[in-house]
């Protein structure tokens, strides 16, 4: 149990009279903060936040990114699963447009992940759920790194409203405390985070170059799908899978299935197996804790021990088992490519959700990797988009997954598959590192004072 004593003339200043509120760790955070002559927020930046209209049906396959919390990672913006909006819709959300040099926080759901904006994107704009500041008197670099650090987030946390959907509103963000930094700091600080963009950018070209490698050598690159909607099919192909729906005979995936079954080789299950591993979470406190992955952790190509530890008791739910080698894929809405490498030690304990479909090698013939990257292809994206049942959570069956066929080709390329994501993996984590010690660089200065 612990308690706090506040003075009467802190508590004017703010209608928050709730005890978590004056949590003893958000207040000792706080007095360090004022050690630095600290200012309001709004007093170094400009702060408004994005859309709020409802425009979910006017999102289109390509053009003008828009940003939701959960594409704000790391520092930087997420290129797992955009979405895009025309033209003349930006041109109409011009309040909520964002520029080069703007820290992005999301403020509702995913509350906290920070984002700097850099000159990748000549247009953006995004949600509500996402506040827009534009720093005028600190660096842009400093100030994403002091909110994504353990005493910027204590200070966003302390500052979340809500019981039933928890946000943090722009009057409280206005008054987030910054400190006055130094330049010397602020230009190490640049530096670090700077690099670490190299890295990441890195990393995202050599898992693309996997993909491209793959793409050419099978003829992706040239297939053309039909143009027609409608599909005619024999009873004898309904009847041993028990599914009538118009979706699951489109013909796109018909097109597709022919079109791997005139390539040499096996199917998925021919090289991998399903794991069914099932993982209860005890009730009581064991004082353990344990790695644990959710569907969108298999957004980015791997998954790795920089994941989320929670104590047992707290998971909450049934889990899947899973290990180093093995590839993750999500049943639930195939068309967000939730397919992942699991790069953990071999002595950490790691589950995921019982939606992912655990496939484990059963030789060393095909690699993990050449499948992680097989499986983001555009045939299997259109076998599995179609083969989903369902309609306000769409998943497929793991049937159909492991029928698949995984065409021979791909085998003879697998070496140098594996070495591009290997290097991706070790570049994302290079970056991961710089941005680790571009927010150690803050905190050190605000702990030593």
């Known amino acids: 149990m612990s308690a706090a004593v506040v003075r009467k003339s802190e508590l004017e200043k703010t209608i928050r009279l709730d005890s978590e509120y004056y949590q003893p760790e958000y207040l000792l ?49 997420s290129d797992e699963n955009p979405v895009f909006i025309p033209k003349d819709v930006y041109d109409d959300l ?19 992940n920070a984002a700097l904006v850099t000159d990748k994107y000549s247009k953006l704009t995004g949600s509500c759920k996402i506040a827009i500041i534009r720093p005028h008197t600190v660096s842009p670099y400093l100030l ?6 353990s005493i910027g987030q204590a200070q ?23 400190p006055s ?58 009847a041993p899978v028990s599914r009538i729906d118009a979706e699951y005979y489109h013909p796109h995936k018909a097109y597709a299935q022919r079109w791997l079954d005139k390539l040499p080789g096996r199917t998925i299950s021919a090289h991998f197996k399903s794991v069914r591993e099932i993982y209860n979470p005890p009730k009581a406190n064991t004082g353990k804790s344990i790695l644990n992955f959710d569907l969108n952790d298999a957004l980015r190509y791997f998954v790795d021990e920089a994941g ?3 104590p047992e008791n707290e998971i909450g739910s049934i889990k899947k088992r899973m290990k180093n080698g093995d590839v993750i894929v999500s049943r639930l809405r195939s068309y967000l490519k939730e397919i992942a490498l699991v790069e953990v030690s071999n002595d950490v304990e790691a589950v995921g959700s019982s939606e992912f479909v655990v496939l484990r090698p059963k030789s060393t013939e095909v690699c993990p990797e050449v499948l992680a990257a097989y499986l983001r292809s555009e045939p299997v994206q ?19 997954l492991l029928a698949i066929k995984l065409p021979d080709r791909v085998l003879k390329l697998q070496g140098e598959i594996r070495r ?30």
């Open 181 to 238: 930094f130094n330049e010397r700091l602020a230009v190490k600080v640049e530096n670090l985070i700077k690099q670490a963009r190299k890295s990441q950018k890195e990393s995202e070209d050599l898992y693309n170059q996997a993909q491209t490698l793959l793409i050419t050598e099978l003829g992706l690159d040239k297939l053309d799908l039909p143009r027609e909607d409608i599909a005619i099919r024999r009873l004898s192909e309904i």
């Open 382 to 400: 259109i076998i599995l988009k179609w083969s989903q049942d369902g309609s306000n959570h769409p998943r497929f069956q793991e049937e159909e």
């Open 29 to 77: 955070q706080e007095e360090k903060i004022s050690r630095f002559k600290a200012k309001r927020l709004s007093e170094f930046a400009m702060i408004f936040d994005g859309n709020h209209m409802t425009i979910e049906d006017k999102f289109i396959d390509a053009g003008i990114r828009y940003l939701r919390g959960q594409d704000l990672s790391n520092f930087f913006i």
């Open 94 to 112: 011009e309040r909520s447009h964002i520029k080069s040099g703007d820290v992005l926080l999301s403020i509702i759901g995913t509350i906290g």
């Open 144 to 149: 994403a790194a002091y909110l994504a650090s």
């Open 308 to 310: 989320l530890m929670m």
């Open 420 to 449: 591009l994501i290997r290097a991706g993996i070790e570049a994302y984590r290079d970056a991961q590192r710089l941005l680790s010690e571009a927010k150690a660089e803050v905190e050190r200065m605000i702990e030593m004072k």
């Open 156 to 178: 966003i946390a302390r500052r979340v409203r809500g019981a039933v959907q928890q946000g943090l509103i722009l009057p409280d963000l206005k008054n987030l405390l910054i």
